[in-house]
């Protein structure tokens, strides 16, 4: 070591006493730059209750900024147990410097490629994976309690950091954790719908081999059976105007606005209601997110509601038709192709 601490011998006691008295400063000062200078010590001293003790101040957030290598220094002093020891202390008594504030669950991969290449130990890396797989599921499920409309808006993010958590789960080979997501995202079809999963698994989990796949395998599976119930509704008449969303409130408005939508014909509702009634149906139209626009004509007595289905409707329909179908049939050659073997 060449920290100017170490080129002396004999003052590890001098340095465990410090270490002792700077505990107290840690708790709150203690940021992620900190960490480097304080492992340096920790490895210093090589007291295992000392340096939990002390570095237990830290937090996750330390493996964002740059704390990787030195945590493997800890790994190597200490064993991978003390360090999934110290990790364990990190996400019960430092729920501020979680996850969702500080590590980027978009390229959790990454992480484990970093960890992986420091030379981590797989206990330490399964132990962090799984915690992000169990953090992940569950703050996922918090949409279940959003409106159609931000469950929608959020899918991009939902499937980008579900793709993150199976590369990392490649990366770390671990078929338990795999299964274990693949599990929470085929009992969940809301959170993740069936033609957004199969993009992600014709991008980059096609080519997943051996005994390790079988995650995939029933991924795969539970898609091309989703693609398949959506491709036999078939697409909708060019002329077709009918919207497939319904207003779960039971009132006289939203009963008309309902029937409004499953028209095939009727494109435009012109509806003279008053001021509160409007409130009331743009509120429901919002939550929904309908491909529809909503204006206010400020004529008459009461104003005119004017509701337009979109002109795209049969155009969108039928590229998300044509996109399903392209999915479906490489994913069905591939899993032809897997039944050859
Ligand atoms: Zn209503």
Not at 78 to 89: E, K, N, P, Q
Not at 118 to 139: C, D, F, K, R
Not at 237 to 254: G, H, Y
Request: aromatic residues 8%; contains cysteine.
């Amino acid at each position: 070591m060449s920290s100017p601490l170490t080129t002396q011998s004999g003052n590890e006691k001098k340095a465990l006493e410090i270490l002792k008295k700077v505990k107290r400063y840690l708790q709150k000062n203690a940021t992620s730059k900190m960490f480097k200078t304080f492992v340096k010590l920790a490895l210093y001293v090589q007291d295992e209750e000392v340096s939990k003790s002390v570095l237990s101040e830290f937090s996750l957030s330390v493996f964002d900024q740059d704390g990787i290598k030195e945590f493997v220094k800890l790994q190597d002093l200490y064993g991978a147990s003390w360090c999934v020891a110290l990790i364990s202390y990190w996400i019960v008594e430092k729920p501020y410097h979680s996850y969702s504030y500080s590590l980027a669950q978009k390229d959790f991969n990454q992480l484990v490629m970093r960890l992986r290449e420091a030379g981590a130990e797989p206990a330490v890396i399964s132990y962090l994976l799984n915690y992000q797989i169990n953090h992940t599921i569950e703050s996922h499920k918090q949409f279940l309690r959003s409106t159609p409309a931000e469950l929608s808006r959020s899918l991009n993010d939902r499937m980008e950091t579900l793709n993150s958590l199976l590369k990392a789960c490649d990366l770390h080979r671990d078929a338990s954790m795999t299964e274990k997501l693949v599990q929470h995202v085929i009992s969940s079809s809301l959170l993740y719908p069936e033609p957004a999963l199969s993009n992600i698994i014709l991008e980059t989990h096609v080519s997943m081999e051996g005994s390790y796949v079988s995650g995939y395998d029933l991924l795969r599976e539970y898609v091309i059976n989703g693609l398949l119930k959506e491709m036999d509704k078939g697409l909708r008449e060019p002329e077709d105007v009918s919207i497939q969303a319904t207003f779960q409130c039971q009132c006289p408005l939203c009963k008309t606005a309902n029937a409004f939508l499953k028209s095939k014909t009727e494109k435009n509702k012109i509806w003279p209601i008053v001021e509160r009634d409007r409130d009331h149906v743009i509120e429901r139209f919002r939550r929904l997110g309908l491909p529809v626009a909503i204006s206010v004509e400020k004529k008459g007595s009461p104003y005119k509601l004017v509701i337009l289905k979109s002109d795209k409707l049969y155009q969108m329909d039928k590229e998300r038709f044509d996109l399903l179908t392209k999915n479906y049939e490489k994913l069905a050659k591939i899993e032809s192709s897997k039944s050859v073997r």
